[in-house]
């Protein structure tokens, strides 16, 4: 997959940034991989500011849910931050601000596809929220971030409120009908980094459900649960 790369400077510009210290952010920007091999002096990689970027993220998911969800017990406020920060969720997030094309990594990386790898994507992404906490403080990576992660939770919402559906669906079609739901995509619109799936749901030769999703299994899940609101209708018919 070709990548059109970007500078830090446009990087930052692309998603609205602005730095008082740019150096930190190509700091933010560059891979371990970028220095090994190159001799420059005072060259750094990434990871000091990763580390920095996780410890904050973790912080700002934590501080929104307690106030989003001020019923939820603990282990549910635990469970939904690590579904919104976790890996597969900020390499979406990284992909939406096209940070591979702004990675500074070094040319065996490159080959092999290092621009678009989960763990490059999802560091570097921490990184840059570490190099916006050393040059604006928290509040700078409050703003941020907080947009993001409003829509990152819509995602790890919607997956969640369906997981009962599709157990509901597959408990009932079984001691029905003796038969396991399928799900089918049948159809993808959108950019490869902002996709959006419809699933069918089938029981037997018989569609049931449908459903629309920004990912695979929330439009299974929404197919599911169409499919659940219409057993008290005696959906499907025709199975027995």
Known sequence: MRIDLMTPESFAQRNGLTFNQPDILVEALTHRSYVNEHEEPGLAD????EFL????????????LF???PDLPEGELTRLRASVVQRDALAILARDADLGAALRIGKGEEASGGRDRDNNL?????????AIL?????????AFI???LHKQLEIVLETQTDKDARSMLQEWSQAKHGLTPQYRIVEATGPDHDREYTVETTIGDHVVGRGIGRSKQAASQAAARDAVSGIDRDLPTGLD
């Open 134 to 142: 050393v040059d604006q403080g928290l509040d700078g990576v409050r």
């Open 67 to 69: 106030h989003r969800f």
């Open 146 to 148: 907080m947009p993001r």
């Open 122 to 130: 999802c560091d570097g992404f921490e990184a840059v929220l570490g």
């Open 53 to 64: 970027g996780d410890a904050v993220l973790g912080y700002l998911a934590g501080e929104w």
């Open 46 to 49: 990434n990871e000091r500011l």
